[in-house]
C-alpha cells in the first residue's frame, strides 16, 4: 500500500543547474498538488495537475519553474538554473478527485529537500 | 485571501501532560475546512484531526481534540497525554469548501517538544 512517493529525499545542486523532482501518487490518483516549504514557514501552494493537464499554476514562480505529470510515469517539477533562493523542501501530494478535500484528505509525500550551494 | 496564523513558533510539554497549539486565521468565507497537520523529523506530513466550520461539535481523534470557536476565528489543538513521539512541527491548514476547492493555505507552524 504505497503512498505518495517522492524522490529524490534529498538533492544538491549548484547554482544554474537544473533539479528535477519526482512524485508518485498513490495508486488510483490522478490529482497532484506541488507544495514548496521554505525555511521556517508553512507549506505554500505551487501547482495542481491532474494527468497530462496543468489545472492551475497560480503559485509557481513565473520564470525557471515548470511542472507536468505525463500519462505515463510520475510527475515532475522542474527548476532550472536555480538559484540560493530556490532551496526548500518540495512536497507532493494527491487525491482521488479534486474537491471534496476534507472527506478525501490529501496523502503527502516526504519531500525533496532541495539545497543549492 | 485566506491567512493561518500560529503564534507559537516552539512548545515544549513533559509527558503525560497536556498542550494546547494555538491557530487563529482569518476569512471572509463561511463554509470552510480546518486542519491539523503533524510533520515528525522525517518530514512526512500526516493529518492529525480536522473540523468542518458548519459543525458546532469540536472533533476528537484519541488523545487530540480541538477548540473550534468560529466567531474568533480560533481553532486550537490540545494534546493530552502527551507521548514522546508527538514531538513534531505542527501546522494549522485551512481549506475553502465547495467544489473546485483545493488549495490548502497552512501557518508557519509550531515545534512540539515533549520531555521526558
Known amino acids: 500500500n504505497a503512498g505518495v512517493m517522492q524522490n529524490p529525499r534529498h538533492l544538491v545542486r549548484r547554482r544554474g543547474q537544473e533539479a528535477r523532482l519526482r512524485c508518485s501518487p498513490v495508486k488510483g490518483h490522478s490529482h497532484v498538488y506541488w507544495y514548496r516549504q521554505l525555511p521556517e514557514e508553512g507549506l505554500k501552494f505551487m501547482v495542481y495537475?491532474?494527468?497530462?493537464?496543468?489545472?492551475?499554476e497560480s503559485g509557481m514562480p513565473k520564470e525557471r519553474f515548470s511542472a507536468e505529470f505525463p500519462k505515463e510515469g510520475p510527475s515532475i517539477l522542474r527548476i532550472q538554473q536555480v538559484v540560493r533562493g530556490d532551496s526548500a523542501a518540495y512536497f507532493c501530494?494527491?487525491?482521488?478527485?479534486?474537491?471534496?478535500?476534507?472527506?478525501?484528505?490529501?496523502?503527502f509525500g516526504n519531500g525533496t529537500r532541495l539545497t543549492v550551494t | 485571501a485566506q491567512t493561518v496564523t500560529q503564534s507559537q513558533p516552539e512548545m515544549s510539554v513533559q509527558e503525560a501532560e497536556t498542550v494546547t497549539l494555538s491557530c487563529t486565521y482569518d476569512t471572509s468565507e463561511n463554509n470552510y475546512y480546518l486542519f491539523w497537520y503533524k510533520q515528525p523529523p522525517s518530514r512526512q506530513m500526516i493529518l492529525v484531526i480536522r473540523q468542518e466550520a458548519y459543525k458546532q461539535q469540536n472533533a476528537t481523534e484519541n488523545r487530540f481534540s480541538v477548540n473550534f470557536q468560529k466567531a474568533a476565528k480560533s481553532f486550537s489543538l490540545k494534546i493530552s497525554d502527551s507521548q514522546l513521539g508527538d514531538t513534531a512541527m505542527y501546522f494549522c491548514?485551512?481549506?475553502?469548501?465547495?467544489?473546485?476547492?483545493?488549495?490548502?493555505?497552512f501557518g508557519k507552524g509550531t515545534k512540539l517538544s515533549v520531555i521526558p
Open positions: 495537475l491532474q494527468k497530462e493537464n496543468i489545472i492551475d
Open positions: 501530494a494527491s487525491s482521488r478527485r479534486e474537491d471534496r478535500l476534507y472527506n478525501s484528505p490529501l496523502h
Open positions: 491548514a485551512f481549506l475553502i469548501a465547495g467544489a473546485g476547492s483545493y488549495q490548502l493555505t
